[in-house]
């Protein structure tokens, strides 16, 4: 894997961070992106002295537009190889839907699904001359759960990111491509006091809560084996088939598993 990548955003925290690990554990040389290059100037050193891999990072907002082929165009004049694009920037908007900015939700939107479906599109063209590929994209369990009152977007949003997982294997699984959609609940992460939605993290029962790294690694299992979904933890599996096939518990459990996972890049 001398020249084979794994691209991950939002690499600087939680979740993403903790596939960076996994990734590189395999072998994979590691690109890391997010938004705070100190922070990934200390992860890239971390990283390439504790697994003897490559490692290199770029800094970038994807809450911008042109973001995605910024960290395309870096990866093609450094004559990196993407085999693993792993789409986990987060994007928090703690205000009622009433409150907030259509800046931000447009924001929101574009960290969550508009960049994953740009970075998407300009790795795939690479991947399919080398008729093989991996894209992981973050979902959430609130991806099935019926609309929330809080972070209105969110699980819509997802639930599009989820038909666009399945998009993408229907097209180029054939290929050599596959796509994962990895749906975690509450992930354990520094994003909730960060975003001001600790609070709402402090009343979600402790058997409820996951670790990041645990998260991870199932993740970079089930995208590695091309499986087409992943839903971290036993207790998670089982609460999306309720939610899946007893309807009557779906109004109860909405508000609870709104919000999904996140990790502040």
């Known amino acids: 894997m001398k ?19 996994k990734l590189a554990e395999k ?9 705070r290059e100190e922070r990934l100037i200390a992860y890239t050193k971390e ?12 800094t ?33 908007i ?8 259509m800046e931000d939700e447009e924001k929101s939107i574009r960290v969550l699904s508009t960049s994953v479906i740009a970075l998407s599109k300009a790795f795939i063209p690479d991947m399919l001359e080398k008729k093989s590929g991996k894209i992981m994209i973050i979902s959430s369990v609130a991806s099935f759960t019926p609309p929330s009152t809080i ?13 666009f997982s399945d998009a993408l294997n229907v097209n180029y699984k054939h290929k050599g491509i596959s796509s994962t959609a990895v749906c975690p609940g509450y992930v354990v992460t520094e994003f909730h006091s960060s975003s001001g939605v600790q609070d709402a993290m402090d ?14 690694a199932e993740a970079v299992e089930a995208t590695l084996s091309s499986k087409s979904y992943c839903i971290p933890s036993k207790r998670y599996k089982f609460l999306v088939f309720l939610i899946k096939y007893a309807s009557f518990l779906m109004k109860l459990l909405s508000n609870t598993l709104s919000g999904g996972r996140y990790s502040k890049k």
């Open 151 to 163: 972070q209105v977007l969110y699980g819509p949003l997802k639930t599009f990111m989820n038909r």
């Open 3 to 21: 020249n084979t990548y794994a691209l991950i955003t939002g690499a600087s925290s939680g979740i993403g961070l903790e596939i960076a690990y």
């Open 60 to 92: 970038g907002d994807l809450a911008l537009p042109e973001t995605p082929q910024n960290i395309y165009n870096f990866c093609k004049e450094k004559d990196y190889s993407v085999e693993v694009l792993v789409n986990n920037a987060g994007y928090g």
């Open 27 to 35: 072998g994979y040389g590691i690109i890391l992106t997010a938004r």
């Open 47 to 58: 990283i390439k002295e504790k697994y003897k891999v490559n490692v290199d990072f770029v």
């Open 203 to 216: 009343k979600v029962p402790a058997f409820m809560k996951l670790n990041a790294k645990d998260v991870a």
């Open 94 to 101: 703690p205000s009622q839907f009433h409150k907030t900015s």
